[in-house]
């Protein structure tokens, strides 16, 4: 849909201003009327309001304003800016695009969290279109003037891009020759991709507050592929994983045992493997345990699966976040939603710490047994619970020896089973990440060019 309230800059379409007064630069008639137009624009935006509520947008706003107002000499100082701000914007996506400002709209608009994106993420396209539609078209409309009068025109206009006095970028209309979006092509790409942080990352760590959950960039990379040994214990975490993305009845999960067997990492390869399936995982410190009716109720009722994490879970007799815990495992008045399971990680089987004085008498607590029973059950309200035991010395030379040929090593068994021995003896003891560290130092010893022992 194309707007055609001003015709759009060419490479030297007019002349920007024309002398006043002596000091001052009034801007011409058309160009003064074009940015009358697109303030009128941004400002009537319905649904897409947001897509200039950034340094880039406002900064544009503000030279745009200037030209509205008549002001050449103030529009060019607050160009810089403008340009400023969309480098900057550029660099910290780590591309630097030919098309900057263009780029940057473009980007807003499939960004942009409003009601029809939301609802398209949430209802599906056909029931967006019929509540938002019409707004939706009247803002494309709108959104069209602003990506017509570019940075790269205004700067040319201004002779402030270069001293060359060429544009930095070239215009929108030089690389695309028409708008790229209508109604049909935004509810299809906010169907797929979604329009919240919830639909477009896989991992979160809630943080609390206004901001809930903040996006984990740069996610643990480790795949199930990369795991060696355990095979028998992370088979039934995979089997209720997998029922928990189709739909089907699903447990929440403990994973307990010693120190670097591989608990964790189990978890986060999960991600790695079903992230594509909607999977999502939410990383929730024990310290914010109270805040999970609140995590709850941002993933009640999301087409996602989400798996709340708990990593190294554990309690003090003289904590009650396991309060909170227990009212989530068990449900209570407000039902758990279907799309979201517990998986914890833990180096004790039971979860709440117990001491002999619990079990001498007398005590203060005139129901001593049944609490000390309610401590010890704590972590059978998990469904499923698997031990992941220290390895014996076979097992732990298996895993250096499968990990060893992962990573392309191809010392005889025999010699990587013995160094793998005496690392575990001088180190920290056999186990899984005791046998990776190892594996490590001997990859990096076998690309060195230092001889072993110097």
């Given at each position: 849909m194309r707007a055609s309230i001003c015709p759009p800059f060419g490479r030297a379409s007019f002349r920007l201003y024309n002398r006043g007064p002596i000091g001052h630069e009034l801007v011409n008639d058309q160009i003064q009327a074009r940015a009358r137009a697109v303030i009128s624009a941004i400002d009537g935006l319905l649904l897409f309001s947001g897509v200039f509520d950034d340094p880039v947008g406002r900064a544009y706003r503000t030279v745009t304003v200037a030209l509205a107002e008549g002001d050449a000499g103030r529009a060019r100082l607050s160009y810089g800016a403008v340009f400023r701000a969309i480098t900057m914007w550029m660099l910290d996506r780590d591309v630097v695009h030919e098309r900057g400002f263009g780029a940057w709209i473009e980007s807003r608009v499939l960004d942009d969290a409003n009601p029809f994106s939301i609802a398209c993420e949430r209802l599906g396209?056909?029931?967006?279109?019929?509540?938002?539609?019409?707004a939706v078209a009247a803002d494309l409309e709108a959104l069209t003037i602003a990506w017509d009068l570019d940075i790269a025109a205004l700067g040319r206009a201004l002779g402030a891009a270069s001293p060359r006095g060429a544009a930095p970028f070239p215009t929108n209309r030089e690389t695309i020759p028409s708008w790229p979006f209508d109604v049909d092509s935004l509810s299809r790409h906010f169907v797929e991709r979604g329009a919240t942080d919830l639909a477009r990352?896989?991992?979160?760590?809630?943080?609390g507050g206004p901001r809930g959950v903040e996006p984990i960039v740069a996610i643990d990379p480790v795949r199930l592929s990369d795991l060696i040994g355990y095979d028998q214990e992370r088979?039934?975490?995979?089997?209720?994983?997998?029922?928990?993305?189709?739909?089907?009845?699903?447990?929440?999960?403990?994973?307990?045992?010693?120190r670097g067997t591989g608990k964790s990492s189990t978890v986060k390869a999960l991600l790695n493997e079903y992230g594509d399936r909607g999977l999502r995982l939410i990383e929730v410190p024990k310290a914010m345990l109270a805040d999970l009716s609140s995590i709850i109720a941002l993933t009640r009722d999301r087409r996602e699966r989400f798996i709340l994490f708990v990593d190294d879970l554990s309690f003090?007799?003289?904590?009650?976040?396991?309060?909170?815990?227990?009212?989530?495992?068990?449900?209570?008045?407000?039902?758990?939603?279907?799309?979201?399971l517990m998986y914890a990680t833990s180096n004790r089987r039971h979860l709440i710490a117990e001491r002999f004085s619990d079990r001498r008498g007398p005590t203060d607590d005139v129901h001593a047994g049944d609490t000390a029973q309610e401590k010890l059950s704590f972590s059978d309200r998990f469904g499923i619970a698997v031990t992941f035991a220290a390895p014996d010395q076979d097992r732990y030379c298996a895993i250096a020896i499968g990990l060893a040929r992962a990573r392309g090593i191809d010392f005889p068994d025999d010699q990587i089973r013995r160094r793998a021995i005496e690392w575990a003896a001088w180190q920290n003891g056999r186990s899984g990440r005791t046998a990776r560290q190892f594996v490590d130092h001997l990859a990096a010893e076998t690309m060195s060019v230092t001889p072993r022992g110097v």
């Open positions: 396209a056909e029931a967006a279109k019929r509540s938002f539609g019409e990352w896989r991992a979160f760590r809630w943080v088979a039934l975490v995979l089997t209720n994983t997998r029922h928990f993305l189709e739909g089907l009845p699903a447990n929440n999960v403990l994973i307990y045992g010693e003090e007799d003289n904590e009650t976040h396991f309060k909170d815990l227990k009212a989530i495992l068990e449900g209570g008045v407000e039902a758990r939603p279907t799309n979201t």
